[in-house]
């Protein structure tokens, strides 16, 4: 769940960075796509594969998967780092080169702890 993000009015870089506002902001991107395998328990093989690149990266993700479609978060394991567009990118061409995987969406970096 996210929240709106507090305004940057009369707030102090120390509040700023309490708030992950302004320059401390924080990013991340969703992720989504299905897996054309029969069923859910070949689809777990590529996920935990994910599983592995998303954490080689030291990033993390929230979500999941119903056997046919997954969508997740992906974030720092840092929470007070950002990912990065070479990330998003990493992401994108790893889950793109796994055949039994299609309609692939990487989205844009936004931030992780706020709407805007």
Known sequence: ?????????????????????????VFGFDVSGQCTLGDESGFDSYFD??????ESRNLCFG?????????????????????TEE???AIEKWLSSQDKLSNIVVGDLVDANYED
């Open 49 to 54: 594969d994910f599983i592995d690149f998303v």
């Open 1 to 25: 769940m996210t929240m709106t993000k507090p305004s940057l009015k009369n707030k102090n870089k120390r509040v700023q960075k309490k708030l992950f506002i302004g320059e401390y902001a």
């Open 87 to 89: 990330d998003r990118q």
């Open 63 to 83: 979500g999941g998967y119903t056997g046919k479609e997954f969508d997740a978060f992906i974030t720092a394991i840092d929470f007070r780092v950002s990912t």
